[in-house]
């Protein structure tokens, strides 16, 4: 009965079974040492196809902005039409008395342009009173 192997002598028995077929490793490829650069140029272009597919994960900017703190409360009040309210509104950061810093992407500060801007007009709603039709104009100037 023959006794087993430790793992070193197996491990040698391997290296010298590829020693005497003339092959070296290339990163766990055996093959003659004439297409070692073959196969590292495939390797490469390999890895330049799997770095190309990865499409990086865009993550939105958020910037801050102070704004009037009456067109704020009104707007924070009515909340988005449609989506999520989380998503679609800025995020108060602080307060002073009459501004309010406010954080958002690109998007949600549009959101908020867009519906001051709609207030300001003279053409937008009349049931606002003026000073809510003026705050609605300088949150416009503040977001420009």
Do not use: N
């Not at 197996?10 to 005497?20: H, L, N, S, T, Y």
């Not at 490829?29 to 330049?48: G, Q």
């Amino acid at each position: 009965m023959t006794t087993a192997k430790t793992s070193a002598e197996r491990q040698a028995a391997f290296r010298a079974r590829k020693a005497a077929a003339e092959v070296t490793e290339v990163r766990g490829i055996f093959a003659p040492p004439d297409r070692h650069d073959d196969i590292r140029t495939a390797a490469a272009k390999i890895a330049k196809r799997k770095v190309r597919a990865v499409k990086p994960i865009e993550v939105p900017t958020v910037k801050r902005y102070k704004v009037p703190a009456k067109f704020w409360d009104d707007f924070s009040d009515r909340g988005p039409c449609d989506g999520d309210p989380e998503t679609a509104m800025p995020q108060e950061v602080s307060r002073s008395s009459s501004r309010v810093l406010i954080a958002g992407t690109d998007a949600q500060i549009e959101w908020l342009r867009s519906d001051a801007k709609h207030y300001s007009d003279k053409w937008g709603p009349d049931e606002i009173s003026s000073g809510l039709k003026a705050s609605a104009a300088s949150t416009v100037k503040a977001l420009a």
